[in-house]
């Protein structure tokens, strides 16, 4: 597995709402040259999941947190983006209170629109969820939020 929680520098503590953010730094190997968002991102609730479904909700919850835009060859910047489609593949229990690596690749952009795929893995390695995602996108405009700078 590459670059475990403990490893990482922290670039944002505080992601939205409950959720515990872990990237390394730019130039860290989690993300690729160049991208102002992260490609490889490690979260954790920050409160006790009581059941199953709690914990599935919260996996649904992360998997729309993040775009795998972001490492486009030939974009610079990625702006708002949208959501068109989004799919989660659930294939193993995975403890969303424990940290999770979800790792994001974009397959394809074109005419505004982009397509993406991701993984999510329990601490331990094990693929606890797969996604795909299609987003509508603005190229050129900076994003805003948490880990825009």
Do not use: N
Not at 3 to 11: D, K, N, T
Not at 51 to 56: L, S
Not at 114 to 141: C, H, K, N, V, W
Request: hydrophobic share 40%.
């Amino acid at each position: 597995m590459v670059g475990r929680p403990g490893q990482a520098q922290v670039m944002s503590g505080a992601g939205p709402g409950l959720i515990d953010v872990l990237t390394l730094e730019r130039g860290g190997h989690l993300q690729f040259p160049g991208q102002e968002w992260p490609s490889r991102i490690w979260m954790r609730t920050r409160e006790h999941l009581a059941d199953e479904i709690m914990h599935a909700c919260a996996l649904t919850y992360i998997s729309d947190m993040f775009t795998g835009l972001a490492s486009v060859p030939g974009i610079d910047q990625v702006g708002p983006v949208t959501s068109v489609d989004h799919a989660v593949w659930f294939h193993r229990k995975a403890g969303l209170d424990d940290w999770v690596l979800m790792d994001l690749l974009a397959e394809s952009t074109a005419g505004g629109r982009g397509m993406y795929t991701g993984r999510i893995f329990s601490r331990d390695g094990r693929l606890a969820a797969g996604l795909a995602q299609e987003s509508l996108f603005r190229p050129g405009t900076r994003r805003r939020g948490p880990l825009a700078d």
